[in-house]
């Protein structure tokens, strides 16, 4: 029972007779908000009670829409424990990007937070657009894609049912296309010719599209499956390429056995601790004894790499940096943090002949940086220059000399370290700063530097923490631009740390995801055009995101982008709960459809997976498409100084278009040896041409590795010996072939309807009856209104005047009921086939015959 719908209306957070409520937890109970007039609702807020209260929502369902008993789901969600409001983003868009306007609003309570208890809700706020030029285009507009989804869902039936002048005349009338051109093409093939060759010819050209020479191995197409390719889910293959060292892997096999640690080294003397220091992320395990950037852990390993025995390639470490140069397919890596110490060694690795290269052993020696962890590197392809910028310094290396923030290059064709600009924040570029962001625009060699804290120089900015906002480097120039300061009212993100900044070099866009500022953790992604200065926010804080969410927030995480496909991969690395969990899951961005979607998700080590890791490094090489893997915290407190040196690559595989031009063969080829094989069964002569068309057209589209296909296209042969019967149709009774109405059809119809109503009231009467004289103790539901039942206008003896043509000419009327059934099989084919195509361009799933309730 629904009390008290006003007080929802009103704030009163101390006063506890302030709410709506019900009496029980019944799974029915809801309430109906009635705006005064539509309106666009973009978000809703719930108040709370002073305090946490057992009846408070804890998962609940919205509905939304003009007419309340039409609504749709416009928001699940739950509400937290405590005394808080909480804001929420509703769906107001339709999937094809309309406006979608709001009269009702249900809010449908599904769970509280006290076990089998009623439900309250306290305060309501809607918040959205109601202008009236806007809710007038909106309405009107919406109106309109009903209209046109109606006559669609018209245009359907009439064709499916042959009804060809009403089809063709509401065609003309309404001037609505019921699909495209290729998609009638097929159609008239297919399901009213039965013209399969022709029909494998049109899916060649659909999958093939203006491109003739097709790559069908690679997925690289511009035909009609393109769409449908795109949403085909990823399949993640790891490949490990270079294992972790001996060390080190003896450490993780000790530590996956539970076996008790080696002796500890002796004890380190630690300078005193600041707490209020700030630390990385990248660098540090947060909250196991770290101080001030050295590793606090009587008892643990010193597990630095020994530079003699690491000559062949990298050793054990974190926070450092990795990029990938995709015009020779050589991964350089440099600096990072070992568990003890900075490092400052530059490598090399060939991917074609997986070798590693030391470049550099100490790049302090060599006229370059010195040892660091926490900082940014790029490569410029065109002028092959490594940038690198930015390090952590604990409390006791913030000397003067060592504060300033120097920008140094490596040119690869030389072979040496070049010192770019000594002090930025002096040539008007960043302060030093670290787990900042940094990428570049190759085609106009500017580097973009964005967010990162601002390394302290004093107590006050120890206390109040100083962000980075977004600078331009040009190298052509050699000058610094600030493009978004620190602090700021603009509708552009606000400058953080551990988020995620990269270019897409199509597009000429910044996408900059996530981060964490101050103590807030975001969940937001912006965009900004480096060529007109201009940004925009695809998912703005505070948003509460729509299923399926994004990657949750969290520490050091990871990001690539493909360019080709405009999709942005997510890696995460250690959770920020309290308990620092340290898992990996992959998520995908579709910068084209807004959506993320989940590949992979590891919270332990699995055979053929790398193990679980933070401040690892993850390039991309959008070349080749693949992913790799360097390095990394494991995350082990036991042994909080371990770090791992294994190398992985990791290939996201979506099925091939050969695939899936494959399977739309091999469904076209199986359904026209199933009609051969029906029609052997009416002529016996035919059964040596559906057995030839089995043993070879069938046999060479089939995928014999297969054991599932295999076994199909061994019953498939049962077919033509069981008389065209399907192998998967089961005994009893089938439900015929839809099929137009005629006037024989319409009569039959008419005489079992009256015959229904002469026979069937008489039991429902009797019980009926025993009910209200109290021989049932059930009591008889309500009746719904019903339309008394007469006779048919049509006499019966006209009925004899006019039989059915079906008793007329019984071989016809059973002629006619086996076209029927071999066409109902096509149209069955030809909706299994539109699962490849845009949905815009096929008919519409919904069907006339399935609103119709008796």
Known sequence: MNRFNQNIMTNAPTDQLSRWFTDSDAPSQYIMLKLHSPAIVETITFGKYIKAHVSDLKKFQILGGTEDKNLSIILTGGLKNDNSSETFHLRHRTAEGLYLPITYLKIIPLQSWGPAYNYTIWYVELHGKNNEELMQTTLETI??????????????????????????????????????????????????????????????????????????SNGISDGELEWYMSWQPYTPRWRQISTCSAHVEERLCRLHADLTPPPPPAPITLPPANTADVTCADRDWIDTGTINGSESCEGCETLACDQGACACKPGPRGGHQLVVDSTTGTLYLFGGWNGTEDLDDLWSFNISIARWTLLCRHSVTAGGPSPRSCHKMVYDPTDRKLYTLGRYLDHTQRTPENMKSDLYAWDVTAGEWQLVCADTAAAGGPRLVFDHQMCIDPDTHTIYVFGGRVLPTNNDEVICPQYSGLYAYYARTDTWQLLLPDQHQQNAPQPRVGHSMLFHPVQRRLYIFAGQRNKEHLLDLWWWDVDAGVCGALAAAPATPCPPPPPAAGFTQRATLDPDTDEMFVLSGMSKEKDKRVYNALWVFSLRRRTWSCVYRSERAAVGEPRPRFAHQL?????????????????????????????????????????????????????????????????????????????????????????????????????????????????????????????????????????????????????????????????PELLQPFEETTEP??????????????????????????????????????????????????????????????
């Open 143 to 216: 109106s309109l894609r009903k209209e046109e989804e109606a006559v669609r869902i018209l245009l359907k039936h009439l064709r499916r049912r042959r009804y060809k002048d009403a089809f063709e005349a509401l065609s003309r009338e309404s001037g609505v296309r019921l699909e495209g051109q290729i998609q009638a093409r097929l159609w008239n093939t297919l399901v009213e010719n039965a013209d399969y060759d022709s029909a494998e010819r049109i899916m060649d050209e659909a999958v093939g599209g203006k491109n003739k020479l097709v790559n069908l």
């Open 793 to 854: 206008e049509l006499e019966p003896a006209a009925w004899d005047r006019d039989p059915p043509r079906d008793h007329e000419v019984p071989d016809r009327a059973h002629e006619r009921d086996y076209e029927w059934e071999m066409r109902a099989t096509r149209l069955r084919l030809y909706d299994q086939l539109c699962q490849y195509f845009r949905p815009s361009t096929v008919p519409p799933r919904a069907d006339v015959s399935q609103l119709v309730t008796l």
């Open 619 to 779: 390039v991309y090489d959008p070349v080749t498409k693949v992913h790799y893997l360097f390095g990394g915290n494991p995350g082990s407190q036991s042994s909080p100084r371990l770090r791992l040196d294994d190398l992985w690559a990791l290939v996201l595989a979506r099925p091939a278009l050969a695939t899936i031009a494959g399977r739309a063969r091999a469904a076209l080829r199986e359904a026209h040896y199933r009609e051969l094989a029906a029609m052997a069964a009416r002529d016996p002569s035919l059964a040596p041409q559906a057995l030839h068309y089995l043993r070879h057209r069938v046999h060479e589209v089939l995928d014999h590795s297969d054991p599932k296909q295999v076994e199909r296209f061994q019953k498939l042969a049962t077919v033509l010996f069981a008389g065209g019967e399907d192998i998967d149709t089961g005994v009893g009774a089938r439900e015929p072939a839809a099929r137009a109405l005629s006037p024989t059809a319409a009569r039959r119809l008419a005489r079992r309807r009256a015959r229904a109503a002469s026979t069937g009231p008489q039991a429902e009467l009797s019980r009926s009856l025993a009910a209200v004289l109290g021989a049932d103790d059930i009591v």
